[in-house]
C-alpha cells in the first residue's frame, strides 16, 4: 500500500547487528543490543532489535485504539494498556517473527472493545504493515 503523503519520518541508525547499538538522533534515544540467550547470544544487559519493536507495535495500536474510539465518541480508560510480545523463531528461508498483543481497557464491555480492536486493525500503521506477513494475535485481558 503506498502512502499518498508522508506526515512524518523516523530516523534511526543500527551498527555491529545484533551486538551492536542503534541510535535514534531525535531523541537521544540510544539502545545498546545484545543477542538473546535463547539465540546464542550472551544476553544480559541491553536490548534486542524485537523488544522495541513490541513497545513500537504497543504504543502504535493503543493510539489506533484511542483514534477509533474518538471518532465513534468513546471514552477510553486512562489506564488502557497494551503489552506487546514479539516472537522470533525459524522459519523455511531463516527467521521469522510474530506478534501478540494483549489489550487492556478496564471497565469497557467486551463487546464494544472487541469492536474498537477490529477498527483500529484497519488503521494502524504497524498492523497494515505487518498484515498477511506475520501472525498477530490480538488478545483482550
Not at 96 to 111: F, K
Request: aromatic share 6%; with cysteine; proline share 7%.
Amino acid at each position: 500500500m503506498k502512502i499518498d503523503k508522508v506526515l512524518y519520518r523516523a530516523h534511526a541508525q543500527a551498527t555491529g547487528g545484533r551486538d551492536g547499538r542503534a541510535v535514534v538522533p531525535e531523541s537521544n534515544l540510544v539502545f545498546k543490543l545484545t543477542t538473546p540467550r535463547e539465540l546464542g547470544g550472551p544476553g544480559g544487559e541491553g536490548a534486542n532489535p524485537e523488544q522495541p519493536f513490541a513497545a513500537g507495535f504497543s504504543a502504535c495500536f493503543l493510539g489506533a485504539l484511542k483514534f477509533v474510539a474518538a471518532q465513534n465518541k468513546i471514552a477510553i480508560p486512562a489506564d488502557a494498556s497494551i503489552e506487546g510480545s514479539v516472537g522470533i523463531g525459524a522459519v523455511p528461508t531463516g527467521f521469522g517473527i510474530e506478534v501478540e498483543l494483549e489489550i487492556s481497557l478496564p471497565g469497557m464491555p467486551r463487546e464494544a472493545t472487541r469492536s474498537l480492536i477490529q477498527k483500529a486493525e484497519v488503521v494502524c500503521p504497524y498492523a497494515n504493515a505487518t498484515r498477511g506477513n506475520i501472525d498477530v494475535t490480538f488478545t483482550l485481558v
